[in-house]
């Protein structure tokens, strides 16, 4: 498995600012993801973000609002940008590190609350 | 209709008792199922796996999976208030070449001591 850690745990915003949220892990990994879990429901998948490649964003998400970073191999950056209320949810990082099983560790993650 | 379903609960069940969670899906490509627990405040601690059909065991956790039924289940024997938590259900379908997870929208248990 891999340690990740998530900055910040927590946060709460005003409405039209940006929030970066960074992402760091204790081993090299090729492939990151971001998640987004709104309050009582499951994650939904925001994008990937491997080393050396543009990020690839699922449906409903788009790079200027959520650009991401991937500088190395052990470290990512997610920024909500011109955040409103509906931001509002926990923020998470996961990393594969390439197992057969695909499995995935995640980050503790960041509970940003937009007001 | 959700490519993963899961029921949220919440589950609430006496000490000791078996715990069963369940989730069905949609998509026959998927082909690894992984069980997550979240507690509340934290990020989700992977469980167990399991590939394509069949049952493991771990501890007093077994995966169960059904691939003909598309149902996958995970039991929880003498459960203690530790087991306290959301579980989250997850598939992956790497032949397809995506590495990304598939979650269910999670079943709170609460364990009663």
């Known amino acids: 498995s891999a340690v990740i850690s998530q900055k910040p745990s927590r946060d709460i915003c005003q409405r039209g600012t940006s929030l970066t949220i960074q992402c760091q892990v204790d081993?090299?990994?090729?492939?990151m993801f971001w998640y987004r879990q709104q309050p009582g429901q499951s994650l939904t998948l925001i994008a990937t973000?491997?080393?050396?490649?543009?990020?690839?964003?699922e449906s409903g998400f788009v790079i200027d609002k959520f650009p991401i970073s991937r500088p190395n191999l052990t470290f990512s950056t997610l920024t909500v940008s011109n955040m409103s209320p509906e931001d509002s949810s926990i923020y998470l990082c996961?990393?594969?590190?390439?197992?057969?099983?695909?499995?995935?560790?995640f980050g503790p993650g960041t509970r940003l609350t937009v007001l | 209709q959700k490519e993963v379903e899961q029921d949220p609960g919440p589950l609430s069940v006496p000490e000791g008792a078996i715990v069963s969670l369940n989730c069905t899906y949609s998509?026959?490509?998927?082909?690894?199922f992984m069980w997550y627990r979240q507690y509340s405040r934290k990020g989700p601690e992977l469980l167990m796996y399991?590939?394509?059909?069949g049952n493991k065991e771990d501890g007093r956790f077994t995966a169960q999976v059904d691939k003909s039924s598309k149902y996958i289940s995970l039991f929880i024997r003498d459960s203690q208030p530790s087991d306290s938590a959301t579980y989250l259900c997850?598939?992956?379908?790497?032949?397809?070449?995506?590495?990304?997870?598939?979650f269910g929208s999670g079943t709170r248990l609460q364990v009663q001591p």
């Open positions: 998509n026959s490509a998927f082909q690894y």
């Open positions: 081993s090299q990994v090729t492939m």
């Open positions: 973000a491997n080393q050396g490649s543009e990020a690839t964003y």
């Open positions: 997850a598939m992956s379908a790497l032949d397809t070449g995506r590495r990304a997870l598939t």
């Open positions: 399991t590939y394509s059909s």
């Open positions: 996961s990393v594969d590190p390439g197992q057969a099983q695909g499995t995935q560790y």
